[in-house]
């Protein structure tokens, strides 16, 4: 399942990162494998999101989100 597929209040484990030119950036932002993260919010129109990662929120847009592979908790 894609972190872009969570519903807001889900809560999911980081199984992978996709390679490509983002994966690096959200590494860096803390999205690693095997670390939590919660859907918080969602805009209006859907596009960015809202993830909580070890207690800060992260805004992503739904095409990064779609780089990083998530399993339920």
Same mark, same amino acid.
């Given at each position: 399942?894609?972190?872009?597929?969570?519903?807001?209040?889900?809560?999911?484990?980081?199984?992978?990162?996709?390679?490509?030119?983002?994966?690096?950036?959200?590494?860096?932002?803390?999205?690693?494998?095997?670390?939590?993260?919660?859907?918080? !919010?969602?805009?209006?129109?859907?596009?960015?999101?809202? !993830?909580?990662?070890?207690?800060?929120?992260?805004?992503?847009?739904?095409?990064?989100?779609?780089?990083?592979?998530?399993?339920?908790?």
């Amino acid at each position: 399942m894609k972190a872009s597929e969570l519903q807001i209040g889900q809560t999911a484990r980081i199984v992978e990162i996709i390679e490509g030119y983002s994966s690096k950036k959200l590494m860096e932002m803390g999205c690693i494998p095997g670390t939590p993260l919660k859907l918080e !919010f969602r805009s209006p129109g859907g596009d960015p999101l809202a !993830f909580n990662i070890d207690g800060y929120v992260l805004g992503l847009r739904i095409s990064e989100a779609e780089n990083i592979i998530v399993e339920m908790e």
